[in-house]
């Protein structure tokens, strides 16, 4: 089963056709993440698993990136949901969550690493 999303360039287009709701201020970062990584040189997709998906794949040349998109992992329920799909897999690319949290940064015992989207989009 293949996952589809789409992000708009423009994220202004988006906020104009939704009435500039911020309901869902996770759809639009994941905009932002989605334009970063083609602004990085990054192909990226929606990766499709068994129970569910990850964000983004993003590949370029032979590197790839798995990253989960989240506002906030504070809430324990949150934090196993969005790195459940990341532990899944089996391969040494870099797995990310990015997160508006500023608490409970860093890597996991799996090698997860979770940062603060801000501090990522800088970086």
């Known amino acids: 089963m293949t996952h589809r999303k789409f992000h708009a360039e423009d994220p202004g287009l988006c906020n104009i056709a939704n009435g500039f709701s911020s309901q869902n201020y996770g759809f639009q970062l994941e905009n932002v993440v989605a334009n970063e990584l083609r602004r990085r040189g990054y192909n990226v997709h929606v990766g499709s698993l068994r129970g569910g998906e990850i964000d983004f794949v993003a590949q370029r040349f032979d590197r790839r990136i798995y990253i989960q998109v989240t506002g906030t ?16 897999l089996s391969d040494a690319f870099p797995k990310i969550v990015l997160t508006l949290d500023r608490f409970r940064l860093g890597t996991t015992s799996d090698g997860i690493e979770i940062r603060n989207i801000v501090d990522w989009l800088l970086g």
């Not at 329920?77 to 799909?85: D, Q």
């Open 73 to 88: 992992m504070l809430e324990e329920s949150t934090r196993a949901r969005e790195l459940a799909p990341l532990q899944s």
